[in-house]
Structures are given as structure tokens and as C-alpha cells.
Nanobody, 125 residues
């Protein structure tokens, strides 16, 4: 499995960005793709995840109502639309993939086996 993120950048507080995660190399079966983020000096945390049917599974409380995850099956690409960005959203954003049925709740790093290289999102105040 290969995952390539793009779409990060510098944006002012209140602005929007759309991250993309281009995925390839999947075998047959159920899987989930999640977005994580890691701010300087902090642990990586789960942001949102979506299953292979294109159904959003969960959003972290700190992004609910602002971020939207979606999946274009034809392009094998997962998107994270980020609206009303705040300085505290500044982080490196990673997408990750795992096989198996849906796991309720926020995505947990330990369960995801394939990772992209990350894309930097910086929100200025």
C-alpha cells in the first residue's frame, strides 16, 4: 500500500485547505483510511477516518463541524476538507490505512499499518 498526501500549505486563521491522500496497492477486502496530525512537541493524534464504502466513521471533537472527510473511489483518493482553520490546527497531517472492519471511535495510531509521508499545514493568526 502506498499513500501520498498533498494539499498542505500556509493559510490564515479562518481559512480553508483541502488535503488529498492518493492511495494505491490495496488488495481485496475491507479497509479504513484515516487522517492523523502531529504538532511540534506533541503526540500524533487521530483526526478522522473513513471506510472503503466511503462512509465517514468518526471525527475528533476538535474538528467536528469544521473538517469533512470524503472518498473518491474512482480516483482512490481520500480528501480532508478543512474549514475555519485555527492556529492550533498547525501540524503535519498524515494519512494512514488499515485492513479490517470499521473500528468505532477516533482512529488510533497503533492500528494503522501503512502511512504516507505527511504534509505540513500552518495556520497563522
Amino acid at each position: 500500500v502506498q499513500l501520498v498526501e498533498s494539499g498542505g500549505g500556509l493559510v490564515q486563521s479562518g481559512g480553508s485547505l483541502r488535503l488529498s491522500c492518493a492511495a494505491s496497492g490495496f488488495t481485496f477486502g475491507e479497509y479504513s483510511i484515516a487522517w492523523f496530525r502531529q504538532a511540534p512537541g506533541k503526540e500524533r493524534e487521530g483526526v478522522s477516518c473513513i471506510n472503503s464504502r466511503g462512509e465517514a466513521i468518526e471525527y475528533a471533537d476538535f474538528v467536528k463541524g469544521r473538517f469533512i472527510i470524503s472518498y473518491d473511489n474512482a480516483k482512490n483518493t481520500v480528501y480532508l476538507q478543512m474549514n475555519n482553520l485555527k492556529p492550533e490546527d498547525t501540524a503535519v497531517y498524515y494519512c494512514a490505512q488499515t485492513y479490517g472492519p470499521d473500528m468505532p471511535g477516533r482512529p488510533l495510531e497503533a492500528f494503522y499499518t501503512s502511512w504516507g509521508q505527511g504534509t505540513q499545514v500552518t495556520v497563522s493568526s
